[in-house]
């Protein structure tokens, strides 16, 4: 049957107005009913007693999964503070480290950062106006400035702790040095500094009067003083040794060890380069070279005059001479301990060291001269006089490589352990009395 298109249009329109006013009357007459889901907090109509008004309460939906909401948060606000308290306690245990600064104002800072504390320098250009480096020993983070555009009042200062590495062996470096003490010591004041030690290559003779006054002890403001030969101011309190080390202002260089420098076979016995100085033991040790005929044995240049630099082809015939023979002869200068020592040691070549004490103020006593090297238990060869020396060699020849490289290895790896343990008592003296109170 088929339904008139009016028809159809008009049953759409009434059914439409009829829908609309049904719609009208449940929305302004209609009573309101509450679902399951959803509850009113109707408004306080009656006020408070003393006619104050009463708070309006804003319609509140209720939420059937509250309680659980509330669980939940509640549980994730535990765990989070647990998470937090655990964290603190790993903060609270984990050690606590300090900053320290070293300015290498003389040459042997660079042997203090490169060779004990074995610290990179960057740039690696020996020859840079300014370079600098960082590390970590025990608690302490130490950072290295040094080159000539390290100037007062130009370093970026950004700690309390101190270490300058100064100069104090000729009256020249005397006043140089003085000059940065005072410049720190204004710091001080300042109270932008309030901890300094002093690493100092100190005179030959052992007269270092000039920084008495900077030391705590005597009302300064240096409180460690770690300084280079027999001092009888040690007393490994406030004051301990230092070893004089490689002549790096001559650019000797870092020496690694390696299987070769061990197991090589080395074609000469021993070897001398140095200054030959009037009326000294190393002219007799040249005549004993000369009139024992081992001249052949040895490498030997000697020279008349000191000079203060190498050229690369002298550093590189040095060098050479240390790595190619067994023994490296160490003739007293102005103080036994030389630098010649040292780099002996870097090279595997077992030093022979005349063991005589020279005049000045230097300690005295049976474990001096070289009393910090002989503490260590140093493999050397001692001898008194330069006349031992063929003795020495003739039992040098009669020795089987096997003997030798044993021997080697043995100097080599004290040497390593010397330096790391040098390292370790800078590191800690440093933390106990810088840090014992923080």
């Not at 003490?181 to 300094?196: M, Y």
């Not at 002869?329 to 103080?335: H, Q, S």
């Not at 001898?383 to 020849?397: C, F, V």
Request: charged share 25%; proline share 5%; with cysteine.
């Amino acid at each position: 049957m088929k339904i008139p298109r009016r028809k159809l249009l008009l049953f759409i329109v009434f059914a439409y107005v009829g829908f609309s006013l049904y719609a009208a009357y449940n929305v302004f007459f209609g009573s309101k009913i509450i679902s399951r889901v959803h509850r009113v907090v109707k408004k306080n109509t009656v006020g408070p007693p003393g006619g104050a008004v009463a708070p309006f309460i804003e319609d509140e939906e209720w939420n059937p999964w509250e309680d659980e909401e509330v669980e939940y948060n509640s549980a994730l606000n535990r765990k989070r503070e647990a998470f937090q308290k655990h964290l603190a306690q790993i903060n609270k245990n984990k050690p606590k480290r300090y900053k320290v600064q070293i300015w290498g104002k003389a040459a042997i800072g660079l042997y203090l950062w490169e060779h004990i504390l074995d610290g990179p320098l960057h740039p690696t250009d020996k020859v840079a106006q300014w370079r600098e480096g960082e590390l970590q020993s025990g608690k302490i983070d130490f950072s290295f400035y040094t080159g000539p555009a390290v100037v007062q009042g130009h370093v970026p200062l950004d700690m309390n702790s101190l270490v300058l590495v100064l100069n104090g062996r000729e009256q020249q470096k005397i006043s140089y040095s003085t000059r940065w003490l005072e410049h720190v010591h204004a710091l001080v004041q300042a109270r932008t500094v309030s901890h300094v030690a002093v690493v100092l290559l100190g005179n030959e003779h052992c007269v270092n009067d000039w920084i008495s006054p900077y030391l705590k002890r005597n009302g300064g403001f240096v409180e460690l003083l770690f300084v280079v030969y027999d001092s009888p101011w040690v007393n490994n309190i406030d004051v301990f040794q230092w070893p004089l080390g490689v002549a790096t202002y001559r650019q000797f260089p870092i020496i690694r060890p390696s299987l070769q420098m061990v197991t090589s076979i080395r074609p000469y016995l021993c070897n001398f380069q140095g200054t030959v100085y009037k009326n000294s033991s190393r002219e007799i040790l040249v005549q004993v070279l000369k009139q024992a005929d081992i001249e052949k044995d040895c490498i030997t240049t000697a020279r008349d005059k000191w000079l203060p630099q190498e050229t690369v082809d002298s550093l590189g015939r040095y060098q050479t001479a240390l790595s190619q023979s067994d023994l490296t002869l160490c003739p007293v200068g102005i103080n036994t301990e030389c630098y010649r020592i040292f780099e002996a040691c870097a090279y595997g070549s077992v030093p022979v060291v005349e063991d005589v004490q020279n005049p000045g103020a230097c300690v005295t006593g049976p474990s001096s001269p070289l009393r910090l090297l002989k503490a260590a238990g140093a493999p050397f060869i001692f001898l008194r006089d330069w006349k031992e020396l063929p003795a020495i060699l003739e039992k040098e020849r009669r020795m089987d490589q096997n003997h030798r490289m044993e021997r080697r290895k043995r100097l080599i790896e004290w040497y390593t352990t010397f330096r790391q343990q040098m390292k370790d008592r800078f590191t800690e003296v440093i933390e106990e009395t810088f840090f014992k109170n923080v």
